[in-house]
């Protein structure tokens, strides 16, 4: 069965603050990593990563896999109090139907 | 472009009665399925569906059932409402040729 886990489950940082969090996973075939941003609502999609050692960009986050180690991190540098919310691990494995999801690190950005 | 309806978006109910939550897309997407959140959890898979016709068991499915007689809805029936039942539910769909998925607006979910 697929597996997800992330540390740590939570995190309170002062703006300007650079932040890591991790995601770790057991997985059949597997196909990619997803992560999601989730404000009160519905979790909205960040980063897709599929090959090992290939940076994603987005402004102040960015994120790299590691195939051969089973984990991923999601970095937010210079952080702002907008950047609270819980951020989500998920994969995809052998069974393309399904997404199988992390608990989340909810993240607090004080000012 | 609506994405994924989910309704109603707050539901209360008594242990022991039925409901069914409303889940559409009109992105054309072949795979949809409903997760439901409980406080400082992630997202746990209830059941998907990979196309109309074809669904299975994720990892909580017990209590509930769904079907897929349509590429666009996929509703999530509760059978004997319980308060364990109680969390936030989210419909989500993807196309197949893809893996991010595409949320509805999560249905909140009390049962007394």
């Known amino acids: 069965e697929d597996k997800v886990v992330q540390s740590p489950l939570s995190l309170v940082v002062h703006e300007g603050d650079t932040v890591t969090l991790n995601c770790s996973y057991e997985v059949t075939n597997f196909r990619s990593l997803l992560w999601y941003k989730q404000e009160k609502k519905a979790p909205t999609f960040l980063f897709m990563l599929t090959s090992s050692g290939i940076e994603k960009k987005s402004g102040r986050l960015s994120s790299i896999l590691d195939k051969k180690e089973l984990f991923s991190i999601l970095n937010i540098t210079a952080t702002q109090t907008g950047d609270s919310a819980v951020y989500l691990c998920a994969v995809v494995g052998a069974n393309a139907g399904k997404s199988t999801f992390g608990d989340g690190t909810t993240l607090t950005v004080k000012p | 472009n609506a994405g994924v309806t989910q309704t109603p978006k707050f539901q209360v109910l008594k242990t022991g009665q039925s409901m069914t939550l409303q889940c559409a897309q009109d992105?054309?997407?072949?795979?949809m399925s409903w997760y439901r959140q409980d406080p400082g959890m992630g997202l746990r898979l209830i059941h998907y569906?990979?196309?109309?016709?074809?669904?299975d068991q994720g990892e909580v499915p017990n209590g509930y059932n769904v079907s897929r007689s349509t590429t666009e809805d996929f509703p999530l029936r509760l059978l004997s409402a319980a308060p364990s039942q109680t969390s936030v539910y989210f419909c989500?769909?993807?196309?197949?040729?893809?893996?991010?998925?595409?949320f509805g607006a999560g249905s909140r979910l009390t049962v007394l």
């Open positions: 992105m054309n997407h072949e795979y």
């Open positions: 989500a769909s993807r196309d197949s040729g893809a893996n991010v998925l595409t």
């Open positions: 569906s990979v196309g109309a016709g074809i669904t």
